[in-house]
């Protein structure tokens, strides 16, 4: 007499957890890339809860404590008109983490998606956006960005506008060049051959297996995006004083250094290189997250 024996196949983990552990698994990898997040997750964290817990108003102005040096009621002292640059420094957080996701996202959809289209298909799509591209790159990056705030005027949506403008051929040229590689690669002619159409193609086959390189890009760029929108302050056309932003803050304490009050310009300088290098470091770890050939 034979038994049967059943073989009841295992449930499949849910694709959270998978994702959870993946991402855990690349945290702890890399100690630098998990500081990277460490420090990503504390600007967020300054970004969606900093206006509610700062001790003052960074609006208020106190000409009786006008530039205190650091201390314990003030950690960052006080800036001319007395107002506390801590404060300043925490809701200045908020305006320029907006500033660069808006315009990273923006860049992403426009040059991204170009791009791929371009390297995708060929012919005269690829034609048009390279040269749109080629004459965007023609002018200084900078001081094109300054001409589009000057025209358009000083305002957050057409500083994000901006800044979106002058990394479009950046992106265009990296989704170009991968498209252009994986364009007749095996899985494209096995989607192809399946039925797939083209736009199908392009975004459930091409787009998620360039994602890595692009991970990599939108990290570099969202800290030059930072820059920018300082850079565009500190020279006057960025946003408009009393908001609090970190190239004004800078700007504004630059004149005073040479009497001897550094803080005022040190900690907002401080804070702009922090978010900088963390979205330098950050791109390693993004990278890894989405790559499928690194997902098991």
């Not at 994702?19 to 504390?42: D, I, K, Q």
Request: charged share 10%; glycine share 8%; proline share 5%.
């Amino acid at each position: 007499m034979t038994e049967t024996i059943s073989i009841v196949p295992a449930a499949a983990k849910p694709q959270s957890n998978s994702l959870f552990s993946h991402a855990r698994y690349v945290v702890a990898e890399n100690p630098v890339t998990g500081l990277a997040f460490a420090l990503f997750a504390l600007i967020a964290l300054c970004a969606l809860i900093g206006p509610t817990i700062v001790p003052h108003d960074p609006l208020a102005s106190d000409t009786a404590a006008a530039l205190q040096a650091p201390s314990w009621k003030h950690w960052f002292g006080t800036d001319q008109l007395g107002r506390d640059i801590f404060s300043r420094v925490i809701v200045a957080t908020r305006l320029d983490f907006i500033i660069a996701i808006a315009s990273v996202a923006l860049v992403f959809v426009m040059g991204g998606f170009a791009g791929i289209a371009a390297g995708f298909f060929g012919g005269w799509t690829d034609r048009l956006v390279s040269r749109l591209a080629d004459t965007i790159m023609a002018f200084p990056l900078f001081v094109l960005a300054m001409g589009i705030v000057a025209a358009l005027g000083n305002t957050v949506t057409n500083i994000v506008i901006a800044t979106a403008i002058i990394n479009f051929p950046l992106y265009v040229r990296v989704a170009r060049a991968e498209a252009n590689v994986r364009r007749e690669a095996g899985f494209v002619q096995a989607a192809r051959l399946s039925g797939n159409g083209d736009f199908r193609i392009l975004l459930a086959h091409i787009l998620p297996n360039i994602m890595p390189i692009m991970m990599v890009q939108i990290s570099l760029t969202m800290g030059y995006a930072i820059l920018n929108a300082a850079g565009l302050s500190f020279i006057g056309l960025g946003v408009k004083p009393p908001t609090p932003e970190w190239g004004i803050m800078v700007a504004e304490g630059a004149a005073n250094i040479i009497s001897g009050e550094w803080w005022i310009a040190l900690f907002p300088g401080a804070a702009l290189m922090i978010a900088v290098f963390t979205f330098n470091l950050l791109g390693d770890g993004l990278r890894d997250l989405v790559d499928p050939q690194r997902r098991t």
